[in-house]
């Protein structure tokens, strides 16, 4: 495990109107992430964001990968 990891442990990820999952940053807490999540969502863009802890299951309904 890298330094990075222990210490970005949190990452916002976002998913296309094709199912195509990327993700957008890793954070240090998940309240900075959520933040990050809500603020990209409050746009009113298409796209669903959501955050997930490093090493999590990936979403139900999603195709399992992040590029």
């Known amino acids: 495990m890298t330094d990075s990891t222990t210490t970005l442990p949190w990452l916002v990820i976002r998913q296309?109107?094709?199912?195509?999952?990327?993700?957008?940053?890793?954070?240090?807490t998940r309240a900075e992430a959520q933040r990050i999540a809500d603020s990209l969502d409050d746009r009113g863009h298409k796209q669903?964001?959501?955050v997930e802890?490093?090493?999590?299951?990936?979403?139900?309904?999603?195709?399992?990968?992040?590029n």
């Open 53 to 66: 802890r490093l090493g999590q299951t990936p979403a139900p309904g999603s195709n399992g990968t992040v």
């Open 48 to 50: 669903l964001y959501w």
């Open 16 to 28: 296309d109107d094709n199912g195509n999952r990327y993700r957008v940053g890793r954070y240090a």
